[in-house]
T-cell receptor, first 111, second 115 residues
Framework: LAKTTQPISMDSYEGQEVNITCSHN???????ITWYQQFPSQGPRFIIQ???TKVTNEVASLFIPADRKSSTLSLPRVSLSDTAVYYC????????????FGAGTRLAVHP | NAGVTQTPKFQVLKTGQSMTLQCAQD?????MYWYRQDPGMGLRLIYY???????DKGEVPNGYNVSRLNKREFSLRLESAAPSQTSVYFC??????????????FGPGTRLTVL
């Protein structure tokens, strides 16, 4: 199981781009990288998932370098409503027990 | 389409009391999960059910039992509550047990306090 390391907390201001990096040095060949978002008093919500290079959807972009030992979640032009905890998960498709949420990164967006 | 629903939203128990947390999903998902989240921590898996009729232990199963009543419903029971079980409990579901690539959909959570 690939262990992940993310910053405990980050601060930003409205309108800025936020990049949250996750380290996963022991990522295996079949592992995917997935990010979830959790607002206060709510359950986590899937944001984005990727295997290599770049993935973009309506919420965020995920950048994965060639060695896949890290990944960066990019949130463009954040607003106050992006204040949440962001979790990076690494695991293999079909390997159920691999879905482990660490402490995540607590993002605070200020006016 | 309500997604994943949980009842109750809040509960206070005394040590030794029992209770059942209810979870239901209307997305026709095969797999369901129970997690707990302690303050400032990530989620830890208690039990999961790959499909109707099957259940398996997760990371922290001690002190809990589960029942997969049918495809829609998955309940979590505390037989004799302890203060260490004070936490927020989340139920989740996914199409299948495909690991990290199968998106899990979470309910709103149940805040449980054991005195």
């Amino acid at each position: 199981l690939a262990k992940t390391t993310q910053p405990i907390s980050m601060d930003s201001y409205e309108g800025q781009e936020v990049n949250i990096t996750c380290s996963h040095n022991n990522i295996a060949t079949n592992d995917y990288i997935t990010w979830y978002q959790q607002f206060p008093s709510q359950g986590p919500r899937f944001i984005i998932q990727g295997y290599k290079t770049k993935v973009t959807n309506e919420v965020a972009s995920l950048f994965i370098p060639a060695d896949r030992k890290s990944s960066t979640l990019s949130l463009p032009r954040v607003s106050l409503s992006d204040t949440a905890v962001y979790y990076c998960l690494v695991g293999v498709s079909g390997g159920y027990n691999k879905l482990i949420f660490g402490a995540g990164t607590r993002l605070a967006v200020h006016p | 389409n309500a997604g994943v629903t949980q009842t109750p939203k809040f509960q206070v128990l005394k040590t030794g009391q029992s209770m059942t947390l209810q979870c239901a999903q209307d997305m026709n998902h095969n797999s369901m999960y129970w997690y707990r989240q302690d303050p400032g921590m990530g989620l830890r898996l208690i039990y999961y059910s790959a499909s109707e009729g099957t259940t398996d232990k997760g990371e922290v199963p001690n002190g809990y039992n589960v029942s997969r009543l049918n495809k829609r419903e998955f309940s979590l029971r505390l037989e004799s509550a302890a203060p260490s079980q004070t936490s927020v409990y989340f139920c989740a579901s996914s199409v299948s047990l495909a690991g990290v690539t199968d998106t899990q959909y979470f309910g709103p959570g149940t805040r449980l306090t054991v005195l």
